[in-house]
């Protein structure tokens, strides 16, 4: 089973200071994605990563994919407290070993605990 | 459009019981799949399909039965529940789940077993 670990766990800090919250992993993933949750809501998407050093900004946060594509990194520019939340990573799983080739291609999503943040005005 | 969405919102089995928690999406999305979410473990995938009548299992399958026999409708039944099994359920659809796809997630439900 692969895993994801992502650090820290819970994060607390004022608003204006810079953070970052790291994933990682052993395994090899064939892109990675980055949620947000809000408490009683589903995750909602903040961006994919697929190539090995990509980096993608979103305003004021910066997603970051491994070159070997086993870990990643967010990191936010002066936080707000808005961008208070949950934060999960999650590394996509291709299933080589299935021969139905319609669930070999099948997404299937391994997820970090998470990082819970709160962002103090 | 309602996206994804989960019913009931809430629910409190006694330990043995059955029930179907429901999910149902109106983006005609192909790929649907059922995760749950425990304190500190992040969310685990239960089942996947990939199409009407194409199902398999995640990492945490026992204990779960799914069937997709519309492409709108991916329910998640609980035979004989178990306080393990005392979770927040979140079922999530995409266009085609190729893993560069955006997964839209329903708004869960809470599950308590006595």
């Known amino acids: 089973t692969q895993l994801l670990e992502q650090s820290p766990q819970f994060l607390s800090i004022q608003e204006g200071e810079n953070l970052t919250v790291y994933c990682n992993s052993s395994s090899v993933f064939s892109s990675l994605q980055w949620y947000r949750q809000e408490p009683g809501e589903g995750p909602v998407l903040l961006v994919t990563v697929v190539t090995g050093g990509e980096v993608k900004k979103l305003k004021r946060l910066t997603f970051q994919f491994g070159d070997a594509r086993k870990d990643s990194s967010l990191h936010i520019t002066a936080a707000q407290p808005g961008d208070t939340g949950l934060y999960l990573c999650a590394g996509a799983d291709l299933r080589e070993d299935q021969r139905d080739p319609y669930i070999q291609g099948a997404q299937k999503l391994v997820f970090g605990q998470g990082t819970r943040l709160t962002i103090n005005p | 459009n309602a996206g994804v969405t989960q019913t009931p919102k809430f629910q409190v089995l006694k330990t043995g019981q059955s029930m179907t928690l429901q999910c149902a999406q109106d983006m005609n999305h192909e790929y649907m799949s059922w995760y749950r979410q425990d304190p500190g473990m992040g969310l685990r995938l239960i089942h996947y399909s990939v199409g009407a009548g194409i199902t398999d299992q995640g990492e945490v399958p026992n204990g779960y039965n799914v069937s997709r026999s519309t492409t709108e409708d991916f329910p998640l039944r609980l035979l004989s529940a178990a306080p393990s099994q005392t979770s927040v359920y979140f079922c999530?659809?995409?266009?085609?789940?190729?893993?560069?796809?955006?997964?839209?997630f329903g708004p869960g439900t809470r599950l308590t077993v006595l």
């Open positions: 999530a659809s995409s266009p085609t789940g190729h893993n560069t796809d955006t997964q839209y």
